[in-house]
């Protein structure tokens, strides 16, 4: 059973951007069924990090695309970005530290309430913006 699931609710329209949002939430959703079926720390340890190297290339894509494109509020997103990526740096220094004692379903709602929201919030604040870029460019054609 998915911790989180994917909907129509969350698709931005942009191909590479989707795809990376739907894999963030496999890795989410990787993690959560590896808690509940009580695997290693080790394991656990290597998807949280999986889940780091994706997100962070994620950011830079979705940064380079919001660039091309112009959006006004790129400084902004940027900040969100990094705040997200130092509190799940957070997270995982903590695991790190004591596994025996690290809050597993705080990290779990965190992850799964800030991907949720962050995509409702904040990206499809500049899809407008990519969007009439690529129109744009497809007139020109």
Known sequence: MSFIKWSADYET???DIDRDHQGIFALINDLNDKVREGVS??????TIEALIDY???HFERE????????YEELHAHKAVHRQLSDRVMFYKD????????FDMEDFMLFLGGWLTNHIVVADMDYVPVV???V????EKL
Request: glycine residues 14%.
């Open 55 to 57: 997100v962070n290339i």
């Open 13 to 15: 329209g942009h191909p």
């Open 41 to 46: 720390e080790g394991s656990i340890t290597v």
């Open 131 to 133: 969007r009439g870029t």
């Open 135 to 138: 129109n744009e460019a497809r």
């Open 63 to 70: 940064e380079t695309l919001m660039e091309a494109c112009g």
């Open 94 to 101: 903590s695991y790190d530290r004591g596994p025996e004692v």
